[in-house]
């Protein structure tokens, strides 16, 4: 019976992998169209000696959210770490990078000049995640690093948001990459002197409540079930209150409307600014994006990261990627 039962499993794990490595294909073929007229046949040649692989995010293609960019980074980082492989990161959509995080133990920085477009030059890799499943992560991680080390060229781009990250310490590898830039730091301290103890919510409806149009989103709800929707989340922080009574709560949304309806608690806490997504700015300025990195700092810091999921609402990788940066216990509360 045991026997019976390993070889289904086995026939199985074959079909998720036949039906990921065809999803893979196509998406890597529909991206490579997109990004192949940004390069060229100038016969420009790459200045690297020896194998260096770059990590790109610079609008050429969708490359989703912080936390997206992050685990992809990250995952790209252990592999290149892992084969001795010089790393780079090119981040300058819709912001420079270096504006937030800049480079810490590991130097990554890599400025435009440096790069080779020429498609003839350059080896150009593509890997989006598509199911989000635990073997889809062990699957990724074999791909990539069969590509990056099966690769002749010298230059190495890679687009990705692969998670296979995730199954390492994300933290440590965060750390070696990335420290925070002055003006950030000094807006992050201030913040967590000023709001103590806390535990952390986060609530993405994408554009369910009608206060923002999401690229995957799922469509604005009638007015009755927008409010009944915002009713009964608040009713979730509320029983968290409870559980927590002597603690704030920092409420993280994609919605303002929520925001504003969540603030008429007396225990609820959230950071100043404007909320932006990654995918969809369209500006480079400091002040819109810096939100972004600053809730996601201030959720990894929470005694708790919670994140509340009902009907159509989005689980968002966001506070779980944030809770991984210093190993804070992490729940979805589903309603």
Known sequence: MVNIYKKITRKLKKCQYYEWNIKRIKREKELRAKLLPHYSSDKTQTQFTKKTIINIFNGNIYQGGLADRLRGIISTYIICKDLSYDYKLYFNNPFNLNDFFTSNIYHWSIDKNSLCMNYDEVEIIILETTTGAHWESQRQEKWLKKRIK???????????????????????????????????????????????????????????????????????????????????????????????????ILVNSD???????????????????????????ETSEYDYNEK?????????????????????MHRSGYPFA?????????????F
């Not at 965060?174 to 535990?199: A, D, H, P, V, W």
């Not at 409307?257 to 969809?280: C, Q, W």
């Not at 600053?294 to 159509?312: E, P, Q, R, S, V």
């Open 150 to 248: 099966n690769s002749q060229k010298k230059e190495i781009h890679v687009y990705t948001n692969a998670f296979f990250s995730y199954n390492y310490n994300y933290s440590q590898y965060f750390n070696e990459l990335f420290k925070l830039s002055e003006r950030l730091k000094n807006r992050y301290t201030q913040l967590c002197s000023q709001f103590g103890t806390y535990i952390s919510v986060s609530a993405r409806f994408l554009d369910l409540i009608g206060d923002f149009k999401e690229t995957f989103g799922q469509g604005e709800l009638p007015e009755e079930q927008k409010k009944d929707l915002i009713n009964k989340t608040l009713m979730q922080i509320n029983k968290l209150h409870q559980q927590y009574p002597k603690m704030n």
């Open 292 to 312: 972004t990195f600053i809730d996601f700092l201030l959720i990894a810091n929470a005694t708790k990261i919670y994140l509340l999921k009902t009907g159509k």
């Open 255 to 281: 919605s303002q409307i929520f925001l504003n309806a969540a603030k008429s608690f007396s225990f609820v806490i959230e950071s100043p600014g404007t909320i932006s997504h990654l995918d969809t700015s």
């Open 322 to 334: 944030a809770s991984l940066l210093q190993n804070k216990p992490f729940q979805i509360i589903e």
